[in-house]
């Protein structure tokens, strides 16, 4: 009596797993078994998760969501929201996955947020997608005694418990199938399936929405990878320090690219795109201030020219706009040779400012106020096109830049998060 109590609170258990799965799709939800490591541990392999209609404009940063994938391959994701971008698409990211998605999700590809998660249940669907058979019939084998122990011996009650079984797992497989179509294939490590503030310097910079964002962990060339979710990648210049100590101490194994001297090094992006006339550009930087001017970044148009520079001269940031050589000093007394800190320099259509370590400057007027910037290739660590004679030394690490000035309280933020 007591082997059949326990047999049939396992089956119960089992059973309710199963209703559990296959219950949301009767009321117009998704029914999704995770078949990667994507979203682990919380959200793992073989895990079921019910997902509610919800659109895509209601969709917040911090959120769980089900989406058609925008990428070349034909599937469906389940990833975690990091910014939601002004022109209605989403940065996405697995919770286990080293960077955000290559490619920004349109609003209307969302199918729905996580609501629920049910454990094991998707094992089947997996297995059967894989072409495992061994464990498909090992689960029906124990799901059979299972229900011959439940319910008492005899022929008519073992034929009965054969059947029991086979049909859960096969309800399994079909009831979820539907909403599997593939998901993505990536490492596992820790994670959070709750629905919360995300956490770090690089959660707290994609929140801000950059429209470039490049971590610099690279340890080869050419390709400088673009982590703002909008795959504009940049390429490196001559052949830079890759590898180098990065700058953010709690990410203690992310990696930074030191640039020598010798002029032609640095990155730049290599196509021509609609530049922002109010913008930040933001970095740590950990450089030979003593050296002469050197330029950090600047906008060059399709024929060479730059409409802003940030430089650095001396211990000083300053901003030049067009070709002049009259620099805008926005601080100085405030960096220390050879160390790692945080920069921002924002630029309004009046004014721009510098932070170094979230400690701001005085605001300064701008020499040309609303300075259009036409459509420019993003140029970093040295300068490209006139003048050719200003290369950067020293490292640099989680570079962006974005289409809006940051507030005080943003920059704060970020440096706060590193």
Same mark, same amino acid.
């Given at each position: 009596?007591?082997?059949?109590?326990?047999?049939?609170?396992?089956?119960?258990?089992?059973?309710?797993?199963?209703?559990?799965?296959?219950?949301?799709?009767?009321?117009?939800?998704?029914?999704?078994?995770?078949?990667?490591?994507?979203?682990?541990?919380?959200?793992?392999?073989?895990?079921?998760?019910?997902?509610?209609?919800?659109?895509?404009?209601?969709?917040?940063?911090?959120?769980?969501?089900?989406?058609?994938?925008?990428?070349?391959?034909?599937?469906?994701?389940?990833?975690?929201?990091?910014? !939601?971008? %002004?022109? +209605?698409?989403?940065? #996405?990211?697995?919770? $286990?996955? /080293?960077?955000?998605?290559? =490619? *920004?999700?349109?609003?209307?590809?969302?199918?729905?947020?996580?609501?629920?998660?049910?454990?094991?249940?998707?094992?089947?669907?997996?297995?059967?997608?894989?072409?495992?058979?061994?464990?498909?019939?090992?689960?029906?084998?124990?799901?059979?005694?299972?229900?011959?122990?439940?319910?008492?011996?005899?022929?008519?009650?073992?034929?009965?418990?054969?059947?029991?079984?086979?049909?859960?797992?096969?309800?399994?497989?079909?009831? !979820?199938? %539907?909403? +599997?179509?593939?998901? #993505?294939?990536?490492? $596992?490590? /820790?994670?959070?399936?709750? =629905? *919360?503030?995300?956490?770090?310097?690089?959660?707290?910079?994609?929140?801000?929405?950059?429209?470039?964002?490049?971590?610099?962990?690279?340890?080869?060339?050419?390709?400088?990878?673009?982590?703002?979710?909008?795959?504009?990648?940049?390429?490196?210049?001559?052949?830079?320090?890759?590898?180098?100590?990065?700058?953010?101490?709690?990410?203690?194994?992310?990696?930074?690219?030191?640039?020598?001297?010798?002029?032609?090094?640095?990155?730049?992006? %290599?196509?021509?795109?609609?530049?922002?006339?109010?913008?930040?550009?933001?970095?740590?930087?950990?450089?030979?201030?003593?050296?002469?001017?050197?330029?950090?970044?600047?906008?060059?148009?399709?024929?060479?020219?730059?409409?802003?520079?940030?430089?650095?001269?001396?211990?000083?940031?300053?901003?030049?706009?067009?070709?002049?050589?009259?620099?805008?000093?926005?601080?100085?007394?405030?960096?220390?040779?050879?160390?790692?800190?945080?920069?921002?320099?924002?630029?309004?259509?009046?004014?721009?400012?510098?932070?170094?370590?979230?400690?701001?400057?005085?605001?300064?007027?701008?020499?040309?106020?609303?300075?259009?910037?036409?459509?420019?290739?993003?140029?970093?660590?040295?300068?490209?096109?006139?003048?050719?004679?200003?290369?950067?030394?020293?490292?640099?690490?989680?570079?962006?830049?974005?289409?809006?000035?940051?507030?005080?309280?943003?920059?704060?933020?970020?440096?706060?998060?590193?």
């Amino acid at each position: 009596m007591v082997g059949r109590a326990v047999c049939r609170a396992v089956l119960g258990v089992v059973v309710g797993l199963v209703l559990w799965s296959l219950v949301p799709p009767l009321i117009g939800w998704h029914s999704t078994a995770i078949v990667s490591g994507s979203m682990a541990p919380r959200i793992d392999r073989g895990d079921v998760v019910a997902a509610s209609p919800i659109a895509g404009d209601a969709v917040a940063a911090g959120q769980v969501i089900l989406f058609t994938d925008p990428g070349p391959q034909d599937r469906r994701l389940l990833h975690r929201v990091l910014a !939601v971008n %002004t022109d +209605r698409t989403l940065v #996405t990211k697995g919770d $286990a996955n /080293a960077d955000p998605d290559p =490619t *920004a999700v349109p609003v209307d590809d969302v199918l729905g947020l996580a609501r629920l998660r049910v454990p094991w249940v998707g094992y089947p669907l997996t297995w059967a997608g894989e072409g495992r058979w061994l464990p498909l019939i090992a689960t029906a084998g124990a799901l059979s005694l299972l229900t011959a122990g439940a319910f008492g011996p005899g022929p008519r009650s073992t034929r009965q418990a054969v059947a029991a079984g086979t049909a859960l797992v096969v309800l399994i497989t079909v009831g !979820v199938t %539907t909403a +599997r179509a593939g998901f #993505t294939d990536t490492t $596992a490590t /820790a994670a959070s399936w709750r =629905t *919360a503030e995300l956490s770090g310097y690089p959660a707290a910079v994609l929140a801000d929405r950059p429209q470039y964002y490049y971590r610099l962990g690279e340890t080869a060339g050419p390709t400088a990878r673009d982590s703002s979710g909008n795959n504009y990648n940049a390429e490196f210049r001559g052949a830079p320090q890759y590898g180098a100590p990065g700058a953010l101490p709690s990410e203690p194994n992310q990696k930074a690219v030191a640039f020598p001297s010798n002029t032609g090094l640095g990155f730049a992006t %290599t196509t021509v795109r609609t530049a922002p006339s109010t913008f930040t550009w933001e970095a740590f930087i950990k450089a030979d201030y003593q050296s002469s001017e050197s330029t950090l970044f600047q906008f060059v148009s399709a024929g060479g020219a730059a409409t802003y520079r940030i430089v650095l001269r001396g211990g000083e940031i300053g901003v030049l706009q067009n070709s002049s050589t009259q620099l805008m000093a926005l601080g100085s007394g405030y960096l220390t040779n050879g160390a790692w800190q945080h920069v921002a320099v924002t630029v309004t259509a009046t004014t721009a400012q510098v932070f170094v370590n979230g400690k701001a400057s005085p605001a300064s007027a701008l020499r040309v106020p609303g300075l259009a910037v036409p459509a420019s290739r993003l140029s970093f660590a040295g300068p490209e096109g006139a003048p050719t004679d200003k290369p950067y030394k020293g490292a640099l690490d989680e570079v962006a830049l974005y289409p809006q000035a940051l507030t005080a309280a943003q920059v704060q933020a970020h440096y706060n998060a590193r």
